[in-house]
C-alpha cells in the first residue's frame, strides 16, 4: 500500500476523497437528526429481537451519536470496529481535503495482494467486532 502526494491534474480521475466526505457528511447529517427523534420511536434491531443476540453492527448508531457529541472513547466501547472505520474515513477525508489546498492529489494504491490481505484483515476485525459486542452485550 503506498500513499501519493501528486501535483494536481485538471484531467485524470477524481480522487476519492471529496466522495468520502461527502457520505461522511450525509451520515453525519443522519445522525444529528436521529439524536432528536425519542429512543423509543426508533425501530428494535430485527437480528436481535429474533435471535437475542447483538448483530455485527449493533451500537452503530448510538457509537455516531457519541462521535458527534465528542465522546471519542465511549464510543469506541460502543462499537470499536465502525468507530475505527468513522475514524479512518475522516481521516481520509481531512488528508485529502488538506493536499488539495496545497495544490496536490491524495491518493492510496493497494496492490492486488495487498488487497487480499486487507480485505482478510478487515473480515477478520469485523468477525472479533461482533464477538466483543456479544460479549458486552450492547
Given amino acids: 500500500m503506498t500513499f501519493h502526494f501528486k501535483r494536481h491534474r485538471t484531467r485524470g480521475p477524481l480522487p476519492a476523497w471529496p466522495f468520502v466526505g461527502l457520505g461522511l457528511g450525509m451520515l453525519g447529517a443522519l445522525g444529528w437528526a436521529i439524536s432528536f427523534v425519542p429512543a423509543r420511536w426508533l425501530p428494535p434491531c430485527g437480528f436481535h429481537v429474533v435471535t437475542g443476540h447483538p448483530c455485527p453492527s449493533c451500537g452503530a448508531t448510538r457509537m455516531s ?19 475505527v472505520i468513522l475514524t479512518g474515513l475522516g481521516a481520509w477525508f481531512l488528508v485529502g481535503a488538506g493536499a488539495r489546498l496545497a495544490g496536490r492529489d491524495f491518493t492510496i494504491d493497494v496492490g ?27
Fill in 65 to 83: 451519536q457519541l462521535m458527534l457529541k465528542g465522546h471519542v472513547v465511549q464510543a469506541f466501547k460502543m462499537n470499536p470496529f465502525f468507530a
Fill in 112 to 138: 492486488e495482494r495487498e488487497g487480499k490481505w486487507l480485505w482478510l484483515g478487515a473480515g477478520a476485525a469485523f468477525l472479533l467486532n461482533w464477538l466483543y459486542l456479544w460479549k458486552a452485550g450492547i
